[in-house]
């Protein structure tokens, strides 16, 4: 079953602007991570961010997460033209790892 | 060196043939994943291998059936395909099971359209 929601279902934005989405979940978690899909293409994984972390950051990528309010954001800094894809939440729990349904990201040169 | 691959890319089919598609990992993972992926993009997953053996098994249709022949190995056979079965087929692979950083690693997908 589907685990991870994230929102918006679609984002566009300018190049240099910051980008954010957001996940929401239901159930436990192990960690949450962030994939990125570019257009027929498999996921690539960007970051994990452990149950007991709160943030995390990775070159223009951080990521928090609240796991009182069961949630997470990816906040792409700076954004690019080649940052145009689809990103996807996945909760891990138990080696059990559920995507949401992910975020067409556009960003417009 | 490609990580995950599978084979075909693309698989066109009419309705009620039977066809498979393979997924190798060369990365020494323990674990290796079935999904599908519909026209909306939600990313579903349908099997889940550690050593060989199933640990997930989501409700799929019996006519899916996966096999292991090894740890490398994790193909997908399907019986009396189906219109609702055109989608775009990801497999994945994730280190030993229990692991802290239990990042998957997926291969480039198989389309799937069934006529």
């Known amino acids: 079953s589907q685990q991870g929601e994230e929102d918006p279902q679609a984002l566009s934005i300018q190049e240099g602007e910051n980008a954010t989405m957001n996940c929401s979940y239901k159930t436990s978690i192990n960690n949450l991570q962030w994939y990125r899909q570019n257009s027929g293409r498999g996921l690539v994984h960007l970051i994990l961010i452990r149950s007991n972390e709160r943030e995390k950051h990775s070159g223009r990528l951080r990521v928090t997460l609240d796991t009182s309010k069961k949630s997470s954001s990816l906040l792409i800094t700076a954004s690019r033209a080649a940052d145009t894809a689809s990103y996807f939440c996945a909760t891990d729990f138990n080696n059990d790892m559920r995507f949401g349904a992910g975020t067409r990201l556009t960003v417009k040169p | ?115």
């Not at chain 2, 693309?10 to 598609?21: A, F, H, P, R, W």
């Not at chain 2, 022949?69 to 219109?83: G, M, T, V």
């Not at chain 2, 989608?87 to 990042?103: D, H, I, L, M, R």
Request: hydrophobic fraction near 30%.
């Open chain 2, 1 to 115: 060196d490609t990580a995950v691959s599978q084979t075909p890319k693309y698989l066109v089919t009419q309705m009620g043939n039977d066809k498979s598609i393979k997924c190798e990992q060369n990365l020494g993972h323990d674990t290796m994943y079935w999904y599908k992926q519909d026209s909306k993009k939600f990313l579903k997953i349908m099997f889940s291998y550690n050593n060989k053996e199933l640990i997930i098994n989501e409700t799929v249709p019996n006519r899916f059936s996966p096999k292991s022949p090894d740890k490398a190995h994790l193909n997908l056979h399907i019986n009396s395909l189906e219109l609702g079965d055109s989608a775009v087929y990801f497999c994945a692979s994730s280190q030993v099971k229990g692991g802290p950083n239990n990042e998957q690693f997926f291969g480039p997908g198989t389309r799937l359209t069934v006529l």
